[in-house]
């Protein structure tokens, strides 16, 4: 097959940048340990509650899960408190946002919008399925202008993506903001879609008062985006799920690959949820951690952008290396963070809250760096 086989939006298409692995990075530098604080994973690690569901159900791995997941639709009802008809779980929430897409949009007709610079999977799923990406820049501060994605609004705008509290910066709109969003944009296009991403929203420090989920009061327009893969630790196992309009979740439900969500998976996802303790610590780990690294980071010199999200999102100080070149020797010393370079910002970094240990290393790693380089330290 010849590369003028591909079709054009393929051809062209610059693929998702995942961070860094540890193996690689082992292998690349010859390091006994690395610690990895560039995906968001959760600090912790996984719940002991599903690690020892999937164990205990590891012998059934030959069986095909039970269609339509529904005793992991029903708890997740209960848990937001929503008809379990609403929901649609799939295997990471990328899924969810890929389906959305394709059931909603015709290609080569309709576009989505969204945020530039925002979660690369929208505009790139959009390419994949032949849909125009219409993309509004940030503010200075990194807060949504929300005024300007409405004018980007047509009759053919079907999906419009907004991820809060958002990545990379971690800002958090009020509730309210985004209820307005979807009623302005109910009235100016009754065709789109609201995709409210909360992936990130577990962590922010009134997710009862932040979230149209939480709030009980979901707009009709409006779907919301969750995963398993942050707050409850369950990252390598793939698995998300989105609160839809109920008539929609119906045609996504058809649209979906069968078993796309693997048995192992809907047994870990409906452990964790009953794991309150490692719920609990993993908010106390995070919030800790992520004052730890707000206050270590500014006392080093940089600039750091206040987060709701369990990452922070910083600038080095004046005179630093450039961003990449720290990144890089982070990396000789074996930690792993995210250079946002693939978010169009390449002066500015992105670290995850990791547990006390892995602050602690990053912070002195670089600490090290800009005293290597840059003349200065012993803040950290």
């Known amino acids: 097959?010849?590369?003028?086989?591909?079709?054009?939006?393929?051809?062209?298409?610059?693929?998702?940048?995942?961070?860094?692995?540890?193996?690689?990075?082992?292998?690349?530098?010859?390091?006994?340990?690395?610690?990895?604080?560039?995906?968001n994973e959760n600090?912790?690690?996984?719940?002991?509650?599903?690690?020892?569901?999937?164990?205990?159900?590891?012998?059934?791995?030959?069986?095909?899960?039970?269609?339509?997941?529904?005793?992991?639709?029903?708890?997740?009802?209960?848990?937001?408190?929503?008809?379990?008809?609403?929901?649609?779980?799939?295997?990471?929430?990328d899924e969810i946002l890929d389906l959305l897409i394709r059931v909603l949009a015709v290609p080569g007709r309709d576009n989505l919008v969204c945020c530039r610079p925002?979660?690369?999977?929208?505009?790139?799923?959009?390419?994949?399925?032949?849909?125009?990406?219409?993309?509004?820049?940030?503010r200075e501060d990194f807060s949504f202008d929300f005024d300007g994605m409405l004018n980007l609004v047509d009759q053919h705008t079907r999906l419009m993506f907004v991820t809060t509290p958002d990545n990379p910066s971690g800002y958090c709109p009020p509730r309210a903001d985004v209820a307005r969003l979807a009623r302005e944009l109910a009235a100016r296009a009754p065709q789109c879609l609201l995709v409210v991403d909360e992936a990130y929203m577990d962590f922010a420090p009134d997710p009862a008062g932040a979230s149209l989920?939480?709030?009980?009061?979901?707009?009709?327009?409006?779907?919301?985006?969750?995963t398993f893969s942050k707050q409850y630790g369950l990252a390598g196992l793939r698995l998300g799920y989105g609160v839809l309009p109920r008539e929609l979740a119906d045609y996504l439900w058809r649209a979906r690959l069968p078993f796309s969500v693997n048995i192992l998976a809907e047994e870990a996802a409906l452990a964790a949820l009953e794991d309150s303790a490692f719920y609990a610590a993993t908010?106390?780990?995070?919030?800790?951690?992520?004052?730890?690294?707000?206050v270590g980071l500014t006392a080093l010199g940089c600039t750091v952008w206040s987060s709701a999200a369990n990452f922070l999102m910083f600038r080095l100080p004046e005179g630093a290396?450039?961003?990449?070149?720290?990144?890089?020797?982070?990396?000789?010393?074996?930690?792993?963070?995210?250079?946002?370079?693939?978010?169009?910002?390449?002066?500015?970094l992105r670290v995850s809250v990791g547990?006390?240990?892995?602050?602690?290393?990053?912070?002195?790693a670089l600490d090290d760096v800009l005293t290597a380089t840059h003349g200065r330290g012993g803040a950290a």
């Open 1 to 39: 097959m010849t590369p003028s086989s591909v079709r054009a939006e393929i051809a062209g298409l610059k693929p998702y940048v995942p961070g860094l692995s540890i193996a690689e990075i082992q292998e690349k530098y010859g390091l006994a340990q690395v610690i990895k604080l560039a995906s």
């Open 43 to 93: 600090p912790l690690g996984t719940p002991p509650l599903a690690v020892a569901a999937v164990r205990r159900h590891a012998e059934g791995a030959f069986r095909y899960p039970q269609g339509g997941n529904p005793r992991l639709a029903a708890a997740l009802g209960r848990r937001h408190q929503v008809d379990p008809a609403q929901i649609v779980v799939g295997n990471g929430s």
């Open 118 to 138: 925002c979660f690369s999977i929208y505009p790139i799923q959009g390419q994949i399925c032949g849909v125009e990406a219409r993309r509004q820049p940030l």
């Open 213 to 226: 989920l939480e709030s009980g009061e979901l707009p009709e327009n409006a779907a919301v985006m969750r």
């Open 283 to 294: 908010q106390e780990a995070v919030h800790t951690g992520r004052d730890t690294l707000t």
């Open 321 to 348: 290396p450039a961003a990449a070149v720290c990144f890089e020797e982070l990396l000789r010393r074996g930690v792993i963070i995210r250079p946002l370079t693939s978010y169009g910002l390449p002066d500015l």
């Open 355 to 364: 547990d006390a240990r892995e602050n602690r290393v990053f912070l002195n």
